[in-house]
């Protein structure tokens, strides 16, 4: 009830005057006359045209809904005490329908048996607002399935029937093979109403205990109590999968798709939510990267790779929860001024008793589980706000560059990730650079092409990262939109004694010349290394010499000095420029 809310609409009142029945009708949207133990002994013209409302005794408490009846009687018990005016909301049928008023109950002067007047206001259209807004903080609203929230709250109700009866249950991530033709060959209403129909079959499919959720583009979820053994999963997906396979007519076209499933068990592979649902991902990207038309239950040993630590996989998950990982920042430094125009964001792992995990540890296992889509949103997201911060204490602009894993660039969700990093922190895309890999570009190059280019109409700067260590092909520098290459470590740490590395240096900083590309050359630990690549016209670099990977407060203090003085050896301060 909103009775506090609703409380200041009234004037305090003690008790009013007799009230004739045939002045009933021009009293608020509904009015009774009732007794002090509220039977009902008139009513206003409009009241006798809800249900079962009749003049005679009747309880004013037994008109409303069951579950609106003890505040009904509350109020009514109020204002028989004295304590007017007392205030309840309930509901009324009205035909077919239930109507909501907002009831004062207050004494009259009366002679008759009846002293209580129940004056009630229709507040249908409030509480149907109200209940819309509700259902569109829970829903999607292409589909009106649930939405990742909804889901979340669903899953953990599941888990906690599941622990009292000892039963396990499944969670199903379900993406439509083929789907990006629709969008991209008969547009985004044809695409929708794809999605329209594929939410209202597979919702036809399940039971009516099971939960369908749509979780973003062409993903949908579907929680399935009672159905963990391989041969219910294997049913109730083959169902799912027949479903999405006949035709889709819309709009004169026949469209024909196809289904991949991932799923995960309670409590095989995992016992909460979070977890649930990146097993059922990570399965998900298996079947589609296997063949598609598929399903793919999780497998501990086939999503371990080599060395997988399942322990450490363990503490991960523990460690996102309990908010353990970091962003640290390493210097991007114009190698012609030495001052400092970015940084790269890296990410670092603090465990309570491991301490700092190195990242070649947890990111290859980050990338096996799909954790690396959670951690990498936040880390574009924090990454975006930190440079705010950064540019108010310099004085000046800067630019942060921020690594994007292969998972991460095939994710269908990662615009939307980038859009909300732009539009939360108010960074332009000019001031992003994202740093990917040749081998990310040309596993799906059409793909690519499509994601770039998405990319590149916010503004943000496209860098390649460790170049020269992946293809051999430099056809790709032609067909993106590459601004920056990034020149591995691997190529400079023996500059400039090995002839080898020289030649490739300069030829890498000769192309990009000729290409006007930017270069940012890695792991520069020497003032030799320095001076050559400065020479060689390359335009930014980092590492140990100018400025290790750092916390944000240390960034901010060598903001607040001169960089080259800061991070300079000691014994080297006296020559510098």
Not at 262 to 277: I, K, M, Q, S
Not at 523 to 546: K, M, N, P, R, S
Request: proline residues 5%; hydrophobic residues 45%; glycine residues 8%.
């Amino acid at each position: 009830m909103h009775i506090s809310s609703t409380a200041a609409r009234f004037e305090p009142c003690t008790q009013a005057p007799a009230l004739p029945d045939s002045l009933l009708d021009a009293v608020g949207d509904v009015a009774f006359r009732v007794t002090l133990d509220g039977q009902v002994r008139a009513a206003s013209s409009r009241a006798l045209g809800l249900a079962g409302v009749e003049p005679g005794a009747r309880s004013l408490a037994a008109l409303v809904h069951d579950v609106d009846q003890p505040a009904v009687r509350a109020a009514l018990a109020s204002a028989a005490a004295g304590e007017a005016p007392a205030l309840a909301e309930a509901r009324f049928r009205s035909g077919e329908r239930d109507i909501w008023f907002e009831l004062r109950i207050a004494p009259v002067a009366t002679i008759d048996d009846a002293p209580l007047l129940v004056v009630g206001r229709d507040m249908s259209a409030q509480h149907a607002t109200e209940e819309r807004l509700r259902h569109l903080a829970t829903h999607d609203p292409l589909t009106e399935l649930p939405n990742r929230v909804l889901l979340s709250d669903r899953i953990r109700m599941v888990i906690a029937s599941a622990r009292r009866s000892a039963q396990g249950f499944s969670v199903a991530a379900i993406g439509l093979d083929g789907f990006k033709r629709v969008n991209d060959g008969l547009g985004h209403a044809v695409g929708d109403a794809v999605l329209r129909m594929a939410g209202a079959r597979l919702r036809r499919t399940l039971r009516d205990s099971d939960t369908l959720a749509r979780v973003g583009g062409d993903e949908f979820v579907a929680v399935l109590p009672g159905s963990a053994t391989p041969a219910q999963i294997k049913l109730v997906t083959g169902r799912l999968m027949a479903a999405l396979q006949a035709p889709f007519e819309v709009d004169g076209h026949t469209i024909y798709l196809a289904g991949s499933i991932g799923v995960a068990a309670y409590p095989e592979h995992a016992d909460d939510e979070v977890r649930l649902l990146t097993l059922a991902d990570t399965a998900l990207s298996r079947a589609k990267e296997t063949g598609k038309a598929r399903t793919v239950v999780y497998s501990v040993r086939e999503g371990a790779a080599p060395g997988h630590d399942i322990s450490l996989e363990a503490a991960m998950f523990s460690g996102v929860r309990e908010g353990e990982f970091q962003l640290y920042f390493q210097p991007i430094v114009d190698a012609r001024s030495r001052t400092i125009e970015g940084f790269e964001t890296l990410m670092r792992w603090k465990h309570p008793t491991l301490g700092m995990v190195p990242p070649v540890r947890f990111i290859p296992i980050a990338e096996t589980n799909g954790l690396i889509n959670l951690l990498g949103a936040w880390a574009l997201k924090a990454a975006c706000m930190q440079l705010r911060q950064f540019e108010e204490v310099a004085g000046r602009e800067l630019y942060i560059s921020v690594n994007i894993s292969p998972r991460q660039f095939r994710n269908d969700r990662f615009l939307e990730v980038l859009d909300d990093a732009l539009a939360l922190s108010g960074v332009p895309g000019s001031k992003l650079v994202l740093e990917i890999t040749e081998g990310t570009l040309m596993v799906d190059p059409q793909h690519a092409e499509t994601v770039l280019g998405a990319m590149t109409e916010r503004g943000a700067r496209i860098a390649i990262d460790d170049f020269g260590t992946g293809y051999s092909s430099l056809a790709y520098l032609k067909r993106f939109p590459i601004s920056v290459l990034k020149v591995d470590r691997a190529f400079v740490k023996d500059l400039p004694g090995e002839a080898k590395d020289a030649a490739i240096c300069s030829a890498v900083l000769d192309l990009a010349k000729h290409l006007d590309l930017s270069v940012v050359a890695e792991g520069v630990e020497t003032e030799g290394q320095l001076a050559w690549l400065d020479d060689l016209g390359c335009h930014y670099v980092q590492g140990f010499l100018t400025g290790k990977p750092m916390p944000a407060h240390v960034a901010l203090a060598a903001l607040k000095e001169d960089l080259y003085t800061e991070f300079l050896p000691h014994e080297d301060r006296a020559h510098q420029p």
